[in-house]
T-cell receptor, first 115, second 112 residues
Framework: DAGVIQSPRHEVTEMGQEVTLRCKPI?????LFWYRQTMMRGLELLIY????????DSGMPEDRFSAKMPNASFSTLKIQPSEPRDSAVYFC?????????????FGQGTRLTVV | AQSVTQLGSHVSVSEGALVLLRCNYS??????LFWYVQYPNQGLQLLLK??????LVKGINGFEAEFKKSETSFHLTKPSAHMSDAAEYFC??????????FGQGTILTVHP
């Protein structure tokens, strides 16, 4: 398996522009998570989906952020309009719940820089 | 919700020395606990996870962690550090479906 695939790996954009981050989870996994990593706040969960349905988006910082999962093999995280404080590394992770201690598998991340 | 606290944001050891990275968890049940490692410019990789089958959990790269309920701890150890162990390590509390709450992370530096 290729693992969780994220694109792009790096994104540099100007303030005010729309940014779309993409994620392909591991085939067969039915839970998907978006995390953000910054020096100040560490790793924080933004949103997670189960069977393509958003279950908890309480971590989404504000209305400028939105996430979709149109099918089991694709998810997007969109920021519109982007701001410099959105600069961070965004990780996507997926898992297959087994009723016990379920591990999540992470992608390589997208490093976003908003100038 | 499960929460974890990592003691020490930076740990420095000499090559060949014992590595000890500390993690304490909140006492919610069940204790779904993990250690992940992040190498520079990489994603997070699972080192090991607590399964309740044994209190001493062995992971990859020679790491292990001991679950101590009386101390609400899940410290990560390795008997002999290698230069390639230099990375950031995260303790995490999880759920049955994979949602994770991370500690603040500990950067491990290994000196020759």
């Amino acid at each position: 398996d290729a693992g969780v695939i994220q694109s792009p790996r790096h994104e540099v954009t100007e303030m005010g522009q729309e940014v779309t981050l993409r994620c392909k989870p591991i085939s067969g996994h039915n839970s998907l998570f978006w995390y953000r990593q910054t020096m100040m706040r560490g790793l924080e969960l933004l949103i997670y989906f189960n069977n393509n349905v958003p279950i908890d988006d309480s971590g989404m910082p504000e209305d400028r952020f939105s996430a979709k999962m149109p099918n089991a093999s694709f998810s997007t995280l969109k920021i519109q309009p982007s701001e410099p404080r959105d600069s961070a590394v965004y990780f996507c992770a997926s898992s297959l719940p087994t009723g016990g201690n379920t591990e999540a598998f992470f992608g390589q991340g997208t490093r976003l820089t908003v100038v | 919700a499960q929460s974890v606290t990592q003691l020490g944001s930076h740990v420095s050891v000499s090559e060949g020395a014992l590595v000890l990275l500390r993690c304490n968890y909140s006492s919610s049940v069940p204790p779904y606990l993990f250690w992940y490692v992040q190498y520079p410019n990489q994603g997070l990789q699972l080192l090991l996870k607590y399964t309740s089958a044994a209190t001493l959990v062995k992971g990859i790269n020679g790491f292990e962690a001991e679950f101590k309920k009386s101390e609400t701890s899940f410290h990560l150890t390795k008997p002999s550090a290698h230069m390639s162990d230099a990375a950031e390590y995260f303790c995490a509390g999880g759920t049955s479906y994979g949602k994770l709450t991370f500690g603040q992370g500990t950067i491990l530096t290994v000196h020759p």
